[in-house]
């Protein structure tokens, strides 16, 4: 959607391997602002959740340059919205929790709240916990977690190749492995989730045109 003259500048980032430099972004920002052009910053999801906006934002405020941000979906409505399942389903969830499995050390984060992960009513999504999953799930379980809770995790919500793969708290670290997803996951987890253990494998591919029916 941006203008035919526009420069492109690739600054993604991909977990535990050759990435572009948090530093460097801030820089080209900076410079590039500086220079009086006008930089769109574009994240996948929404730039509010776990997006280092905070440090974007900062640094650009520091130099006197004026910000804009424009809402995103993150990535776990947008895999709500295709597994059709509520976040907080009545009954099931009276709380709504997200957090991130990863430190900046690449590992489990030390100081999780395990008593509010493992709240029977709460629905719990995960972002960047693939590289954990195994050691979450064993902490989930030692405090006391159903070993039965649904879980799920979801590649890639939302666009045309996602892929979701179904368990439980007690399986579903094997199940991704067995899987090895490359893309970027959100895990779901809590009872808010049960129907998804049946829902059927396929998906309705989504229109890009309204189609008019007639007799």
Not at 26 to 42: D, F, I, N, Q
Not at 52 to 74: D, F, K, N, Y
Not at 98 to 115: E, Y
């Amino acid at each position: 959607m941006s203008r035919r003259e526009a420069e492109k500048i690739y600054v993604g980032k991909r977990g535990h391997k050759p990435s572009c430099h948090q530093d460097h972004i801030l820089s080209l920002m900076v410079s590039l602002a500086s220079e009086g052009k006008r930089v769109v910053r574009l994240k996948g999801g929404d730039p509010m959740i776990f997006g280092r906006a905070t440090e974007e934002i900062s640094a650009l405020r520091a130099q006197g340059i004026s910000t804009e941000i424009i809402a995103g979906v993150t990535a776990a409505l947008g895999a709500a919205s295709r597994l059709q399942l509520s976040l907080t389903a009545r009954k099931k969830a009276r709380r709504l929790q997200f957090i991130t499995a990863h430190a900046h050390d690449g590992k489990l984060p030390d100081d999780i709240d395990w008593q509010a992960l493992c709240d029977p009513h709460a629905s719990t999504v995960v972002y960047m916990g693939v590289k954990t999953l195994e050691p979450l799930t064993k902490r989930l379980l030692a405090n006391g977690m159903d070993s039965a809770t649904p879980a799920l995790v979801v590649e890639r919500a939302t666009c045309p190749d996602e892929r979701q793969i179904f368990g439980t708290i007690g399986t579903i670290s094997e199940k991704v492995a067995a899987a090895a997803p490359t893309g970027p996951c959100v895990i779901l987890i809590g009872e808010a989730f049960a129907d998804a253990l049946y829902l059927p494998r396929t998906h309705v591919k989504l229109e890009t045109k309204p189609r008019v029916l007639a007799h």
